[in-house]
């Protein structure tokens, strides 16, 4: 499963708009494997890619990019959690989306109020919501179609 986990999240951070990303398709598998493990919650890739583009163009802008592609800690004007590497970042965010977010809401829950177990926002923007579930259903929909193309040659 994880081995589809990191084809699919490669595959689509291999688009050229994404040219330049800290991101791979392995370290958000093994990252989604050790908060599943630790957890028993998978963090779905759609939801971690829409967010990852939403947050930061996939590691490529923002405060601190390279090393908090989720911008964890990123509060207006100031940041409150540092990373030193990519992967410290990334599992940051697998493992708060996993205990603090998919513990008490599925995905599908979260595209209507963004909120954790003690109902704070991800982020600021009124239309979060609206714009990573969006994006979330794109993703699907891109992968299933490129999954498809690829089965068929």
Do not use: H
Not at 66 to 93: A, H, L, M, R
Not at 124 to 145: F, H, L, P, V
């Amino acid at each position: 499963f994880f081995e589809q986990y990191a084809n699919n999240a490669q595959k689509y951070l291999d688009k050229p708009v994404f040219e330049g990303t800290p991101l791979t398709g392995l370290m958000m598998a093994e990252c989604a494997k050790n908060a599943y493990d630790s957890t028993g919650i998978l963090v779905p890739l759609n939801l971690a890619l829409s967010q990852a583009q939403f947050e930061s163009g996939m590691g490529r802008k923002g405060r601190s990019p390279v090393t908090n592609p989720y911008n964890i800690g990123e509060w207006d004007g100031k940041t409150v959690t540092v990373f030193t590497t990519t992967q410290q970042g990334v599992q940051s965010y697998y493992y708060l989306m996993a205990s603090s977010y998919l513990i008490s809401k599925t995905p599908e829950e979260l595209y209507q109020s963004f909120t954790n177990v003690n109902g704070y926002r991800y982020a600021k923007a009124k239309d979060y919501e609206r714009k990573i579930s969006r994006q979330a259903d794109y993703i699907d929909r891109w992968i299933d179609k490129t999954v498809s193309i690829e089965s068929e040659s």
